[in-house]
């Protein structure tokens, strides 16, 4: 790491994805794992933890964006992908060039794929994808034989090659919820009919991470396991990270920026909605909204720091934040470190924590954090290379 802390940034244990692929993939020992990456890999970095993943023995990766899947090509990564949110003029050619399995859920995305197929002289691999009741992607039962006809007579001509069919759970993270056992009827359904039709596919799934921990009859040939490999429970209905044999990745870290002593009756932040009720000392974390530290989280957000964990006082500003350390000598001072969240191992909030004290979820949490803050790779493989992620590399483990 350089030798001058960075005013902010993200430790990303790349050993922790690792152990949670392996984890993940014990839950559901009879299929495949996707790795989802997709968002920069929930704001870990997509192609350093695509690589730690495939190391643990994902066999697929999953994006959103067809951008997302050539990234992962443009580093070098041979595995299977799967891209699924498309939009009429994509880079359809490029995704086929490039190897890239391409869902499928209407008829303007198969014709566009067809074309592209041929001016590319290659057979595209394509994945149908099924709503079977989330009500997103995917295509209704009412139009599937149209879809899954076409889709043969496009095999037939060469085109394309059916690689899979799947479809996604919109309660999975509540168990018990009465839409996962509908979803799973009309998927088999769905499944079954392409089937019958003629439709070979190499991998058929719908469970994604919470499916993977708690419902071993959606696993089918393929889990696509997204939040979970980070380390970070998909829902607290499901338990905690701990309880479900995860561990976080990410560590987010800032420098102390500033401590000072105020007075009783002294505003802090934008509109004073924290004011001292006591001689006191406040330290100034220089992180803000403009790095992904969520504004609801104002006067709420738990950071350790000198040992304890405070709580921000007032708003959370562009840049910074404050805390209110309480009277006395803290024994922090500027410089020292301000740990937001991380597995909670030695005390610091977890990113549950932050979800909690902002109204949201997990997800939000480590997908929000910026840009700007560089992230700081710890045990890569020696096949790593520089400059995966976002800002760079600036250290390793």
Same mark, same amino acid.
């Given at each position: 790491?350089?030798?001058?802390?960075?005013?902010?940034?993200?430790?990303?244990?790349?050993?922790?994805?690792?152990?949670?692929?392996?984890?993940?993939?014990?839950?559901?020992?009879?299929?495949?794992?996707?790795?989802?990456?997709?968002?920069?890999?929930?704001?870990?970095?997509?192609?350093?933890?695509?690589?730690?993943?495939?190391?643990?023995?994902?066999?697929?990766?999953?994006?959103?964006?067809?951008?997302?899947?050539?990234?992962?090509?443009?580093?070098?990564?041979?595995?299977?992908?799967?891209?699924?949110?498309?939009?009429?003029?994509?880079?359809?050619?490029?995704?086929?060039?490039?190897?890239?399995?391409?869902?499928?859920?209407?008829?303007?995305?198969?014709? $566009?794929?067809?074309?592209?197929?041929?001016?590319?002289?290659?057979?595209?691999?394509?994945?149908?994808?099924?709503?079977?009741?989330?009500?997103?992607?995917?295509?209704?039962?009412?139009?599937?034989?149209?879809?899954?006809?076409?889709?043969?007579?496009?095999?037939?001509?060469?085109?394309?090659?059916?690689?899979?069919?799947?479809?996604?759970?919109?309660?999975?993270?509540?168990?018990?919820?009465?839409?996962?056992?509908?979803?799973?009827?009309?998927?088999?359904?769905?499944?079954?009919?392409? $089937?019958?039709?003629?439709?070979?596919?190499?991998?058929?799934?719908?469970?994604?991470?919470?499916?993977?921990?708690?419902?071993?009859?959606?696993?089918?040939?393929?889990?696509?396991?997204?939040?979970?490999?980070?380390?970070?429970?998909?829902?607290?209905?499901?338990?905690?990270?701990?309880?479900?044999?995860?561990?976080?990745?990410?560590?987010?870290?800032?420098?102390?920026?500033?401590?000072?002593?105020?007075?009783?009756?002294?505003?802090?932040?934008?509109?004073?909605?924290?004011?001292?009720?006591?001689?006191?000392?406040?330290?100034?974390?220089?992180?803000?909204?403009?790095?992904?530290?969520?504004?609801?989280?104002?006067?709420?957000?738990?950071?350790?720091?000198?040992?304890?964990?405070?709580?921000?006082?007032?708003?959370?500003?562009?840049?910074?934040?404050?805390?209110?350390?309480?009277?006395?000598?803290?024994?922090?001072?500027?410089?020292?470190?301000?740990?937001?969240?991380?597995?909670?191992?030695?005390? $610091?909030?977890?990113?549950?924590?932050?979800?909690?004290?902002?109204?949201?979820?997990?997800?939000?949490?480590?997908?929000?954090?910026?840009?700007?803050?560089?992230?700081?790779?710890?045990?890569?493989?020696?096949?790593?290379?520089?400059?995966?992620?976002?800002?760079?590399?600036?250290?390793?483990?």
């Amino acid at each position: 790491m350089n030798e001058t802390p960075p005013r902010v940034h993200a430790e990303i244990d790349l050993d922790a994805v690792r152990e949670n692929v392996r984890a993940l993939r014990a839950r559901a020992p009879r299929s495949e794992l996707m790795a989802v990456v997709k968002a920069d890999g929930y704001g870990h970095g997509a192609v350093a933890c695509a690589r730690a993943a495939v190391e643990a023995g994902a066999a697929w990766l999953g994006t959103a964006t067809p951008q997302e899947a050539l990234a992962l090509r443009a580093a070098g990564l041979r595995t299977p992908v799967l891209c699924w949110l498309w939009t009429p003029g994509g880079p359809w050619r490029e995704a086929v060039e490039a190897d890239v399995d391409v869902a499928v859920s209407g008829m303007w995305a198969l014709d $566009e794929v067809r074309a592209a197929a041929r001016a590319a002289g290659r057979t595209a691999r394509i994945q149908l994808k099924a709503d079977t009741g989330l009500g997103r992607n995917g295509c209704q039962p009412a139009d599937w034989a149209d879809l899954v006809g076409a889709a043969i007579a496009a095999e037939a001509e060469g085109t394309v090659k059916v690689t899979g069919i799947w479809s996604h759970f919109a309660c999975a993270d509540e168990p018990g919820h009465p839409s996962i056992q509908l979803q799973l009827a009309v998927f088999r359904d769905m499944l079954a009919y392409a $089937e019958k039709e003629g439709v070979e596919p190499e991998v058929r799934h719908i469970a994604n991470s919470p499916a993977t921990l708690t419902l071993p009859e959606s696993h089918f040939d393929l889990v696509r396991t997204g939040l979970a490999i980070y380390g970070v429970s998909p829902a607290p209905e499901l338990g905690t990270a701990q309880q479900l044999g995860l561990r976080p990745a990410m560590t987010l870290k800032a420098s102390v920026a500033l401590v000072k002593e105020a007075p009783a009756g002294h505003g802090v932040s934008y509109g004073h909605h924290h004011v001292t009720s006591a001689a006191t000392t406040l330290a100034l974390v220089p992180a803000g909204y403009a790095d992904g530290i969520p504004r609801h989280a104002s006067g709420r957000g738990p950071v350790l720091v000198g040992g304890a964990v405070r709580t921000v006082a007032g708003r959370v500003a562009m840049d910074q934040f404050v805390v209110d350390l309480g009277s006395g000598d803290t024994g922090v001072r500027a410089g020292d470190e301000a740990v937001l969240f991380g597995p909670g191992e030695r005390g $610091e909030p977890t990113a549950e924590d932050w979800a909690q004290a902002s109204d949201t979820i997990a997800y939000e949490i480590v997908t929000r954090i910026g840009a700007r803050v560089p992230r700081v790779y710890l045990h890569e493989s020696e096949s790593a290379r520089p400059g995966d992620g976002p800002g760079g590399r600036i250290g390793h483990g």
